[in-house]
């Protein structure tokens, strides 16, 4: 009778972490407070359920010394007096800016558990599709219907952004900029264009095909670039090549007509086309793929990690360093992420972690894309994409201080793991 007592305690535990975690991932663009407070219900009870202690997961230890990394460089930077008189820098600062980071080291290893074999993995993915219809309604409803913010709830919890579109701006929808909106639906869009691969009827197939154009046309109108190339890896490494073939008329349709007849474009096209992201490509813009912008942060970034390569100057100092050394923008980062790591924590930081996703990406590409028993697998495909488009985003560009994007980057790669760890399971000799 207590061992059936026992294993009723053990399942109504799990319950309670797999609902919550899947909560916390329906709720996570629209209602972030909400997502945490299940999300770390999920982490707390993942600590009593999971099946290997920390220690057993390899993957860990890569977080252990990133963890003691940017600990000790945060005690030695706030010990730094000179420095934080010198730029007028709290010291708590320093130690605020891990809250980027050790909490999200822990959502990797337990929401692994949540995302451990192919149907929770199929049960993630349709809530996070679900998760974005709101994010849907905010764009359509900024974008044609006039509506702006922000809008608050929950005595100020919720904010949904919403920025008005002026002529300069682009669509943000929920979010507070249209990089952090590009990057979400980019991220998530690999989901929606999986599906297409699946056989399905034909009223299915409709909505499918127009969830997928919904997707693309709103990424078109976050102007972003990155979003963009998103895109095409999307659909590239999924090999569809009818929409692959219908975004390129989308797209170069109107870029044609710009350059060529820009009072008919703008006579029948400014209500409804991508303008900037338009104008961006033109024949007489001067822009660029890598902006010049880009590149002098990325040169100055570089001088000051040879100023401190081991344990870096510590957070809440980018913007003041970079004008010190005679920057020529308000920059509050360094739009590349592992320059940004080893300018804050120091290169021994910058080399752990991105050692860790190295490794993560090229291990499981090998099991999902080159391994022929787990190569058909369209849903493990679109993990794959998914994580690599997080990833490529933050080579030009740091959305990982959007409390949404962070927590959804380090759930796709402990999603990786499962789906190797997955792997090397079915591949054990049994006797």
């Not at 629209?30 to 999971?50: G, K, T, Y």
Request: net charge positive.
């Amino acid at each position: 009778m207590e061992f059936f007592k026992r294993l009723k305690q053990f399942y109504s535990l799990n319950n309670l972490g797999e609902g919550s975690f899947f909560l916390g991932i329906l709720f996570l663009p629209s209602a972030l407070p909400i997502s945490a407070i299940f999300i770390l219900i999920s982490l707390i009870v993942s600590f009593h359920i999971s099946e290997r202690p920390y220690l057993k997961n390899k993957w860990n230890y890569f977080i252990l010394v990133s963890i003691s990394l940017i600990t000790f460089s945060c005690i030695r930077n706030s010990l730094d007096s000179a420095l934080n008189e010198t730029f007028s820098r709290d010291p708590s600062l320093i130690w605020l800016d891990m809250s980027n980071w050790l909490p999200l080291f822990l959502l990797f290893w337990g929401s692994q558990i949540y995302t451990k074999n192919e149907n929770k993995r199929k049960i993630f993915a349709k809530l996070l599709l679900m998760s974005t219809v709101p994010v849907f309604i905010s764009c359509i409803g900024q974008y044609w219907l006039g509506w702006h913010g922000p809008f608050y709830s929950f005595y100020g919890l919720i904010v949904w952004f919403m920025r008005p579109i002026t002529e300069n701006g682009n669509l943000t929808g929920l979010f507070s900029n249209s990089n952090y909106l590009g990057c979400w639906l980019s991220v998530v869009f690999p989901f929606a264009a999986v599906m297409l691969k699946d056989k399905k009827s034909k009223l299915k197939s409709f909505f499918i095909s127009s969830l997928n154009l919904l997707f693309i046309y709103l990424i078109l109108l976050t102007s972003s670039r990155n979003a963009l190339a998103s895109i095409f890896i999307s659909l590239g490494m999924l090999k569809i090549k009818f929409i692959f073939l219908f975004i390129l008329f989308l797209i170069f349709t109107p870029f044609i007509t710009f350059n060529l007849f820009p009072k008919l474009f703008f006579d029948f096209g400014e209500s409804f086309l991508p303008i900037k992201l338009i104008k961006r490509f033109s024949f007489n813009s001067n822009s660029t793929f890598f902006e010049s912008i880009r590149l002098e942060i990325w040169n100055k970034t570089l001088s000051l990690i040879g100023e401190r390569p081991l344990w870096g100057w510590g957070g809440g100092i980018f913007p003041v360093l970079y004008l010190a050394i005679n920057g020529y923008y308000a920059a509050q980062h360094s739009h590349n992420l592992p320059l940004h790591l080893a300018s804050t924590y120091g290169i021994p930081l910058a080399i752990s972690l991105v050692g860790l996703v190295s490794l993560i990406i090229f291990k499981s590409y090998k099991v999902i894309f080159q391994d022929i028993d787990r190569g058909s697998n369209n849903l493990n495909k679109a993990w794959f994409i998914s994580t690599l488009i997080m990833i490529f985003w933050h080579f030009s560009d740091i959305t990982y201080f959007d409390g949404k994007i962070s927590i959804i980057a380090w759930v796709l790669l402990g999603g990786l793991c499962s789906i190797i760890r997955e792997n090397e399971t079915k591949q054990k000799p049994t006797y």
